[in-house]
């Protein structure tokens, strides 16, 4: 699978701008950044990326319910998606992954691998 282009989606600010230099200097991809459920609806439709990655913890629409809301979108509904979150329990891994995520990256990341990471998740293709 070929990534140009990710949508990061998290509630807090400094994840987002370590984030985006990780998947744009070190990655190589056009990022796109989104800090809520809401806000990834549509930036998602709107960008149409190539991955999402989502944060599971965020006030309002947590990201379970964005993932939902994501695959009812015409526009998104086979884009792959992989969950972030620090809470990384087996049981809560086997969920998202159940829900159809393609994978979980753990919280806090190391931004010089976090590309590495993400295509070891992603089927080749």
Same mark, same amino acid.
């Given at each position: ?44 439709? #709107?960008?149409?990326?190539? %991955?999402?990655?989502?944060? =599971?913890?965020?006030?309002?629409? !947590?990201?379970? *319910? ?27 891994? #086997?969920?998202?992954?159940? %829900?159809?995520?393609?994978? =979980?990256?753990?919280?806090?990341? !190391?931004?010089? *691998? ?12």
């Amino acid at each position: 699978m070929t990534i140009r282009k990710v949508l990061l989606v998290d509630d807090e600010e400094d994840i987002r701008t370590v984030g985006r230099l990780s998947l744009s200097r070190v990655g190589g991809w056009e990022t796109v950044l989104a800090s809520s459920g809401a806000e990834a609806l549509s930036r998602a439709a #709107a960008e149409q990326p190539d %991955l999402i990655l989502l944060d =599971v913890m965020m006030p309002g629409m !947590d990201g379970p *319910t964005t993932f939902a809301q994501l695959r009812a979108q015409e526009a998104t509904a086979r884009t792959p998606i992989i969950f972030m979150t620090a809470k990384i329990q087996k049981q809560e891994v #086997a969920r998202y992954l159940e %829900l159809g995520a393609v994978g =979980v990256i753990g919280k806090p990341f !190391d931004p010089m *691998t976090l590309p590495s990471e993400i295509k070891r998740l992603l089927p080749s293709s």
